[in-house]
């Protein structure tokens, strides 16, 4: 069983940068597709960042979201079984929980999650 752990959150000022990180145990971390979704108060949760790997080990590419896009940045160690994302020139309207996930299965979906962690950036 996969487990999911999120870190790094907290409140930054407009402008301000934050490198979230998401910690996986298992043994077949580099086999994963691993995302990063945002859920903002009131509002439904939306796709960030993905990292996206085939089941055979091989490295598809990286999406990101149309507003994200510039700023924001995924990145993985497998050899921490952790991913990241770095966070610069934040807005307000980047304010959220925000989420890892893994496709464990290469199935397309994503089948595990973390607890979240808060992001809330001031104006």
């Known amino acids: 069983q996969v487990q999911l752990a999120e870190s790094g959150g907290g409140l930054v000022q407009a402008g301000g940068s934050l490198r979230l990180s998401c910690a996986a145990s298992?043994?077949?971390?580099?086999?994963?597709?691993m995302g990063w979704f945002r859920q903002a108060p009131g509002k439904e949760r939306e796709f960030v960042a993905a990292h996206r790997w085939r089941g055979d080990n091989t490295y598809i590419a990286d999406s990101y979201q149309d507003s994200v896009k510039g700023r924001l940045t995924i990145s993985r160690d497998n050899a921490k079984n952790t991913i990241y994302l770095q966070m610069n020139s934040l807005k307000p309207e980047d304010t959220a929980v925000y989420y890892c996930?893994?496709?464990?299965?290469?199935?397309?979906?994503?089948?595990?999650w973390g607890q979240g962690t808060q992001v809330t950036v001031s104006s």
């Open positions: 298992g043994r077949t971390f580099s086999r994963y597709s």
């Open positions: 996930a893994a496709d464990t299965d290469a199935s397309g979906s994503w089948d595990v």
